[in-house]
């Protein structure tokens, strides 16, 4: 892991941050291309009731706008959770070279964990993927967020049987 | 097939016709909730220059913007061509109960071609997948596409030569 890798995942765990206060899933996501970051999101599935509102579509619509571009070639994705099958899809049709998450997703995690879309060689490109930069950040704060929400849930039902 | 069910692949191909007529890859897809149709769209990704702008995700963003919710629950998605490996992942999301293909995608097809995302049973949704209403119709429509590009390609070529 260099300091630059780092430095852009901090961004996205930024982003991630902003997600979790607006109380979106914390997913964040930074599209970087020659040293410059080109796209930059978080979710925003709940507050644009849009199930393709993921940080990294956001992410990946922007660079292409800043490209005027849709293919992104040269460029790399940094998200905080591994994509679904969904993003990463968007990532082969975007041609993103290099794929860095923070954390797996046990539950629809298609860059290795449920399944590898990103790396499927039978589809017409393979974005490499590498994983593990600020994981225990990535993984404390969406281990917070669903934490946050049992127990705002557990106390709805507290209240309604009081 | 029920007449109803060509009806609705009707309207998608006619989307995806608006599209070869803007010179985009001709896929059009419809979104269907309470035999009404919620979301109609085709592939824009030459002319918005970006690669998440398939006919089928544009279809989703309708279709949930219209019932204010990001799961389209009870809803049937009718497209031209089978699904890429995102715009599986976009229906997983949204929850959608039936996707109605008219003809394989041979190069990505993500719903059961290639891979099949779609009903992944290790994902947290299975999207029932059913294909074939209008095939050579909608077969003949990206023949024609590709082939058109092709002769472009060698005229082009030609002029530089002559």
């Given at each position: 892991m260099t300091g630059k890798q780092e430095t852009y995942m901090q961004e996205a765990l930024k982003q991630a941050k902003l997600a979790f206060g607006k109380d979106e899933v914390p997913v964040g996501a930074v599209i970087v291309h020659n040293n410059t970051i080109i796209g930059r999101a978080h979710n925003q599935t709940k507050m644009l009731k849009d199930p393709t509102a993921h940080a990294e579509m956001i992410a990946v619509t922007q660079a292409a706008a800043h490209l005027k571009n849709e293919r992104l070639q040269d460029c790399d994705a940094y998200v905080t959770i591994e994509p679904c099958p969904m993003c990463a899809g968007a990532m082969i049709l975007a041609r993103i070279r290099n794929l860095y998450y923070?954390?797996?997703?046990?539950?629809?995690?298609?860059?290795?964990?449920?399944?590898n879309v990103a790396e499927e060689r039978k589809l017409n490109h393979c974005v490499k993927t590498h994983s593990g930069i600020l994981k225990e950040e990535s993984r404390s704060l969406i281990r917070e967020f669903f934490k946050k929400k049992r127990t705002n849930a557990r106390s709805k039902i507290t209240f309604r049987i009081s």
């Open positions: 923070s954390t797996e997703d046990p539950k629809s995690g298609a860059c290795g964990t449920v399944l």
